[in-house]
């Protein structure tokens, strides 16, 4: 079992930058695909970022690229979420996932655990 925490949201102006934490503990998820999703009020939940288990295969959804950065620190047991140049239109729940098999995957399905979220909000 894989236990995921997310933390680093908040409230930030429009241009601001946030980093988002995702924390496991329980089995190791050294040898996992990482991904991080987002879901707004009313939409759909959508992929965000995602990174190979070895860190050096890095995806990103077309409307973050080039702001956002994702990283992970096996040692820590750690994946991050750089977000810079924020817009009102990243505000959502941001979601870490887990994939326990394969490389990153940008459904949802395709994850096998799941954080809580945390609420990042970008005021214009």
């Known amino acids: 079992q894989v236990q995921l925490v997310e933390s680093g949201g908040g409230l930030v102006q429009a241009g601001g930058s946030l980093r988002l934490s995702c924390a496991a503990s329980g089995r190791t998820v050294s040898s996992s695909a990482m991904g991080w999703f987002r879901q707004a009020p009313g939409k759909e939940r959508e992929f965000v970022a995602g990174?190979?288990?070895?860190?050096?295969?890095?995806y990103y959804a077309d409307s973050v690229k080039g702001r956002f950065t994702i990283s992970r620190d096996t040692t820590k047991n750690t994946v991050y979420l750089q977000m810079n140049s924020l817009k009102p239109e990243d505000t959502a729940v941001y979601y870490c996932a887990a994939r326990g098999r394969f490389g990153v995957s940008r459904s949802s399905s395709d994850y096998d655990y799941w954080g809580q979220g945390t609420q990042v909000t970008v005021s214009s």
């Open positions: 990174i190979s288990w070895s860190g050096s295969t890095t």
